[in-house]
């Protein structure tokens, strides 16, 4: 373990931090898949997790910062070191604004935009996970995005907190900032949004919570979509001439019509499966593993490469994989 007792012993000793030893992360994700963390360490109040941030940086302690674990795959080995999560979830409404701590769900920020006859997040009901993922991965739905809400950003860099505004967050389809900094983690964020009609919002929410409720059942143990979406300009020419024109909608084309001329709908390995509805969409059908998982998507990969020479990006993230952040 590379979290020493003396480490330990003084995270223990920031206030307002709690610490979970040897703790099973499955239960964190929404796939239910997932060894332990050495440590998961998490702070609702923005100076303890500074502070928290700042002492595992100092100390070169293995760290990730995860949030709702909806778009996460975590190894089946866990991480060895300490999972930080900062739980703060205060939502505070000022006219038309609305300020909102990282830990938030992004569902709570939609319901009080919604609710207060605020225009602009309404298509974004049903988006699991919290704000500040939400910011991190540019979240968005139905053809609109977080950031168009997003008027600036508060993070800390493990030193201090900052503050960047929108043209800052360098927000692009599923990308930010902070997506390429992962040392700069999200603690809140000021939306602004356009007055609207609090009936007609709800109507607008309801009907997309009733689609995305039949997509994704709240129960299924998945990341939503596995592949980012691919931009038709960035597709060799040779594969644009071949991508039925209806079929791309405000510059994308959906990975799931790749996927689906290579085969993948319906694909199984072990418990692991790909709907049968949608090619894109990976699930957790029992005691799925990460090993299988990770499996099915190379393959994936492969064939679409093979078959159209680019490589589909996944939009899901990976904990317990790759050189961790010290
Ligand atoms: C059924 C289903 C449907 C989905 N549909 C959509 C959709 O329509 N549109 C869409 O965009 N996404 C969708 N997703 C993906 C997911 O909801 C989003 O990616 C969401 O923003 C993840 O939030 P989370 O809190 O669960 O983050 P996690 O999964 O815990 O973490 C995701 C990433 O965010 C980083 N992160 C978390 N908190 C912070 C922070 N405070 N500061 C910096 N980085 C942070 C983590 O390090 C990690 O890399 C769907 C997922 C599911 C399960």
């Not at 239910?32 to 302690?61: M, N, T, Y």
């Not at 769900?105 to 602009?120: C, E, H, I, P, R």
């Not at 508060?154 to 599923?174: K, L, P, Q, S």
């Not at 990969?301 to 939009?315: C, H, N, P, S, T």
Request: contains cysteine; proline residues 4%.
């Amino acid at each position: 373990m590379p979290i020493l007792l003396g480490v330990l012993e003084r995270l223990r000793s920031i206030p307002g931090v709690t610490i979970r030893l040897e703790e099973p992360l499955a239960p964190h994700t929404r796939f239910g898949i997932g060894g332990c963390a050495a440590a998961l360490c998490e702070a609702a109040d923005p100076s303890a997790f500074d502070e928290l941030f700042h002492f595992v940086r100092g100390q070169q302690v293995p760290h990730v910062v995860i949030a709702g674990g909806t778009n996460l795959i975590v190894s089946d080995d866990g991480f060895d070191g300490a999972v930080l999560r900062f739980t703060g979830n205060r939502i505070t409404i000022n006219g038309t604004r609305i300020h909102a701590e990282a830990g938030a769900s992004l569902q709570s920020v939609v319901d009080a935009s919604v609710g207060s006859g605020l225009k602009g997040m309404q298509t974004m009901t049903r988006i699991p996970g919290s704000l500040g993922a939400a910011v991190y991965g540019n979240a968005g739905a139905y053809g609109h995005s977080i950031q168009e809400r997003v008027e600036q950003v508060v993070f800390t860099d493990g030193g201090e907190e900052r503050i960047v505004d929108n043209a800052g967050c360098e927000f692009h389809y599923r990308e930010s900032l902070f997506k390429r900094r992962k040392e700069w983690i999200v603690l809140s964020a000021e939306l602004s949004f356009e007055p609207g009609d609090t009936i007609q919002l709800q109507r607008e929410a309801e009907e997309i919570r009733a689609i995305r409720d039949a997509k994704y059942p709240p129960t299924m143990r998945c990341a939503g979509s596995i592949f980012k979406n691919c931009l038709f300009n960035e597709l060799p020419a040779a594969v644009q001439v071949q991508i039925p024109q209806k079929l791309v909608r405000e510059g994308k084309v959906p990975s799931a019509y790749f996927l689906e001329q290579v085969g993948a709908k319906g694909m199984r390995r072990g418990d692991i499966q790909v709907a049968g509805y949608h090619a894109n969409l990976i699930y957790n059908d029992g005691a799925g593993t990460a090993e299988d998982l990770i499996t099915v998507i190379e393959d994936l990969k492969k064939r679409v490469f093979d078959r159209f020479g680019f490589a589909l990006e996944e939009e899901v993230q990976y904990v317990g994989f790759e050189p961790v952040t010290v």
